[in-house]
């Protein structure tokens, strides 16, 4: 039997950064083109079924949901409903603009711990994150050598170049697939966990002497 695992992956990240046609393409989801800037009115949710995952012989059906969160604080009230069962998160920021990492730990603070204003927020693991370093124009030089480090709490997540227009130091679009493995298979233990102690807990079968 094929069990349905769906998983809910916040992306955020500061306004004009790119969030939106990132989400569109990992969604394969086709937009028209436009170089004009449209501002994602408090969030949008695309659900997708990803192919070639790797779970381990696992029969499973995953379906993803990408919140894509908008960048402007003007709605930050939705905030709390979109942390809400949250399973991962996909940093976003422009790699051609270094003012902006300090926003990203603005972002984290928020939704990733229990500093923030978002109330009953469970943080999620570092595992189950990733920072999306994304560029929009030609790279000059060794992109090697251009990711920046992350520093604070973002340092121990993962941080991977991105572009949909230019080469990138690696596969990012296998860095998406490797994030939504880790929270499918994390979320099945701790599911197979929960039934295992819920049935410890219970009455303990005597067996009959007949």
Same mark, same amino acid.
């Given at each position: 039997m094929v069990v349905e695992e769906r998983i809910k992956i916040l992306v955020l990240g500061p306004s004009k950064v790119g969030k939106t046609c990132l989400v569109n393409y990992l969604s394969n989801f086709k937009d028209t083109p436009t170089t004009t800037y449209k501002e994602t009115i408090a969030l949008r949710i695309m659900d997708f079924e990803p192919e070639g995952l790797?779970? %381990? %012989?696992?029969?499973?059906? =995953?379906?993803? &949901?990408? $919140?894509?969160?908008? @960048?402007?604080?003007?709605?930050?009230?939705?905030?709390?409903?979109?942390?809400? %069962?949250?399973? @991962?998160?996909?940093?976003?920021? !422009?790699i051609e603009n270094k003012a902006q990492?300090? &926003?990203? &730990?603005? $972002?984290?603070?928020?939704?990733? +711990?229990?500093? %923030? +204003?978002? +109330? @009953?927020?469970?943080?999620?693991?570092?595992? !189950?994150? =990733?920072?999306?370093?994304?560029?929009?124009?030609?790279?000059? @030089?060794?992109?090697?050598t251009q990711k920046p480090r992350m520093t604070g709490k973002l340092q121990d997540i993962k941080v991977v170049a991105t572009s949909l227009d230019y080469p990138a130091e690696t596969n990012w679009k296998n860095e998406f697939d490797r994030l939504v493995t880790n929270i499918v298979l994390s979320q099945r233990q701790e599911e197979e966990n929960a039934i295992l102690n819920s049935g410890m807990d219970g009455p303990v079968p005597v067996q009959s002497s007949r």
């Open positions: 790797n779970l %381990g %012989g696992k029969s499973l059906r =995953v379906i993803v &949901e990408l $919140w894509d969160v908008s @960048g402007s604080h003007r709605y930050q009230a939705c905030w709390p409903s979109c942390a809400s %069962g949250a399973h @991962g998160i996909i940093y976003v920021f !422009n990492l300090s &926003e990203l &730990e603005y $972002w984290h603070t928020m939704f990733n +711990t229990s500093q %923030g +204003t978002i +109330t @009953g927020l469970k943080p999620i693991k570092d595992e !189950n994150c =990733v920072v999306f370093a994304h560029r929009s124009t030609a790279p000059q @030089g060794n992109i090697k």
